[in-house]
């Protein structure tokens, strides 16, 4: 089992920042690409990030490419989402994942285990 849990989500005005946090627990870490997910009310979840095991390779969806950037230090079971030029439409609870690959998947029923999320809300 690999317990996930998101924090640093919170209300934020357009353009602002925010720099979401994944702490892990359970399992070997650096065996696992992790995943960041997010979920708007009456929307599907969708691939918002994802990292390699070793951090060395890193993939977006088209709507944050540019704003958003996922970084990961292994040493301290952490995965981040640094968040820039926040947008209205990026509002939404946002989850981390973990799958045990090398690489990170973009479909979420890929993924082995999952965060409860952090909500972030982006104010025009």
């Known amino acids: 089992q690999v317990q996930l849990v998101e924090s640093g989500g919170g209300l934020v005005q357009a353009g602002g920042s925010l720099r979401l946090s994944c702490a892990a627990s359970g399992r070997t870490f650096s065996l696992y690409a992790m995943g960041w997910f997010r979920q708007a009310p009456g929307k599907e979840r969708e691939f918002v990030a994802g990292?390699?095991?070793?951090?060395?390779?890193?993939y977006y969806a088209d709507s944050v490419k540019g704003r958003f950037t996922i970084s990961r230090v292994n040493a301290m079971e952490k995965v981040y989402l640094q968040m820039n030029s926040l947008k209205p439409e990026d509002t939404a609870l946002y989850h981390c994942a973990a799958v045990f690959r090398v690489a990170p998947a973009r479909a979420m029923n890929e993924y082995d285990y999952w965060g409860q999320g952090t909500q972030v809300t982006v104010s025009s």
């Open positions: 990292i390699s095991r070793s951090g060395g390779s890193t």
